[in-house]
């Protein structure tokens, strides 16, 4: 059994206790969260309309936080000597999926 997640405007696809990084959660280590459902998969079971993924809940514990990879940006602009560069590195949440719950 899977399930598609939806969180930070991107899906992962997640199984019970995998690990991801989803986009920075405004909670605490080992609190836990509760994702949106897109898509349920369970053998030959797919659950893909609102109307059946209402009762659907996937779990998870906050582990920690992870970074992403360093992006270097650089703007200029010509004939005026202006040159910048710039990094950045994204922040996530690393969460482990604890429970893939089907309400019947």
Do not use: C, W
């Not at 986009?23 to 459902?37: F, I």
């Amino acid at each position: 059994m899977y399930a598609v997640i939806k969180s930070g405007g991107k899906q992962e696809k997640v199984e019970i206790g995998s690990v991801v990084d989803l986009e920075l959660l405004e909670s605490d280590d080992n609190q836990e969260v509760v994702l949106a459902a897109v898509l349920l998969v369970d053998g030959a079971n797919i659950m893909a309309t609102p109307q059946l993924l209402e009762k659907v809940s996937v779990k998870g514990k906050i582990v920690g936080e992870s970074k992403g990879k360093k992006v270097r940006g650089f703007t200029y602009r010509p004939k005026a000597r202006g040159r910048r560069r710039f990094g950045h590195r994204q922040h996530y949440s690393r969460v482990e999926i604890t429970e893939i719950n089907v309400g019947k």
